[in-house]
Every structure is written in C-alpha cells, then in structure tokens.
C-alpha cells in the first residue's frame, strides 16, 4: 500500500524567503513521486515529477524537489519565495508501471502556501 | 486549444437521482482519470482509464462508475447519489501517467447532494 504525508497544512513564508514544503511517502514498491500546485478556483497543474534517474528534479516556476529514499521524502523547495507562489501544493506518489496499480495516484492532503510582502 | 472539459461545472440535487458528469479531452491522451476533493483531504482518485474499456478502481470507488468507450470522453457516473459525495471533482488526463508531458485538469465541478 502507498501513503503520502505532507507536514503542516499551512506554511506561510516572506517574500523573498526559502520555501521548503515537506513530504513523506510510503510505498512498498519503486515509487513515482509528484508535486501539483492549485491556484485558487482552478484545477492542478503539474510542478514536476520523479522517475527514475536524477534524485535532484527540477520543475517549472523555480521549483526543485530532491528524492531521498533512505529518508522516504521528497520535499519541494524554492530558494526565492514570489507573492505569486501563494498556492495549494500537493504532494502524491505512485507505482512504477510495471508494478500492479501503476496507474493509481495517491495525494497527500495539501500544504497551503502564504506569502507576505 | 488543448483542454479538459468537464460538464457541468456546478450541479445541485437530491438524494437518489442519477447524475453524470461528463469530461471530455482533446488531446488523444490515453491516461484519464477522476478525483474528489475534500477540506483536509486532499485530492483522492476515484477512477481511472490506462486507454480505451480499460478502467480501474482508485482509492475511493464506492458510489461511482465510469466507463472509457472512446478515448476522448470518461464520464463519471453517480447511480443513486447520497450528501457524502458532496464535493469538488476533476477530471485530468496525461498521455500516460509516466510521459513527460504534464496531466491537464480540467476546471473541477462541484455537486451538491442535498
């Protein structure tokens, strides 16, 4: 079975400052892991994902996230926060396809982000 | 222009009454897939379709059906509707959950079953 944590449910940062939102996955096969980004009254949009490969994934917007499987995390970074990174972040996880259920994805329960000027 | 369309974007109705919400892509993706969204929740995966008459259960089945008999539509159904399944739901489809090409939303619909 799979399982995804997101710690703190809001996270609110200067701007200007480091964004750091944290995730925990569990899995108990190969994961794919992903963070999405909601903007308010609108659907998800994909932020970036881990496959195989580099640990260090580089998404759109800034954003980075590292794939720590010793410490079964994978949290979302950005060094430079913007007002306009005010947002709900999710983190979710998935199968590697060759695995039973490699489609099936499961979200953590969000971490809303604020932004103060 | 590349979208997921989902209809309709707000719906209010009773206990009971058989619903659809459509969603329809036009991008050829063969991965397409349905979620619900709930306060403290999260997003969580009701149904979803690796390609055409292939469906499959996500986290949260229990009350919905969907079906995938062309590759662009994957309407989800709600046989007799009860208030628990008051929410927000997307629709979102990808070439494949796995390609590099990010999965689109749609812009979500929210029922309320009174």
């Known amino acids: 079975a799979q399982s995804v944590t997101q710690l703190g449910s809001h996270v609110s940062v200067s701007e200007g400052a480091l964004v750091l939102l944290r995730c925990n996955y569990s899995?108990?096969?190969?994961?794919?892991l992903f963070w999405y980004v909601q903007y308010p009254n609108q659907g998800l949009q994909l932020l970036l994902k881990?496959?195989?490969?580099?640990?260090l994934v580089k998404g759109i917007n800034g954003f980075e996230a590292e794939f720590k499987k010793s410490e079964t995390s994978f949290h979302l970074t950005k060094p430079s926060a913007h007002m306009s990174d005010a947002a709900e972040y999710f983190c979710?996880?998935?199968?590697?396809?060759?695995?039973?259920?490699?489609?099936?994805?499961?979200f953590g329960q969000g971490t809303e982000l604020s932004v103060k000027p | 222009e590349a979208q997921v369309t989902q209809n309709p974007r707000y719906l209010i109705t009773v206990t009971g009454k058989k619903l659809t919400v459509t969603c329809s892509q036009n991008?050829?993706?063969?991965?397409m897939s349905w979620y619900r969204q709930d306060p403290g929740l999260g997003l969580r995966q009701i149904y979803y379709s690796m390609n055409v008459e292939v469906t499959d259960k996500g986290d949260v089945p229990e009350g919905y059906k969907v079906s995938r008999k062309e590759k662009r539509n994957f309407p989800l159904i709600l046989e007799s509707p009860s208030p628990n399944q008051t929410s927000l739901y997307f629709c979102?489809?990808?070439?494949?959950?796995?390609?590099?090409?990010?999965?689109?939303f749609g812009d979500g619909t929210r029922l309320s079953i009174l």
């Open positions: 979710a996880v998935s199968a590697l396809p060759n695995y039973n259920q490699g489609g099936k994805l499961i």
């Open positions: 899995s108990s096969v190969p994961p794919y």
């Open positions: 991008m050829n993706h063969e991965y």
């Open positions: 881990y496959t195989t490969g580099a640990t």
């Open positions: 979102a489809s990808s070439p494949g959950l796995y390609s590099n090409q990010p999965q689109h």
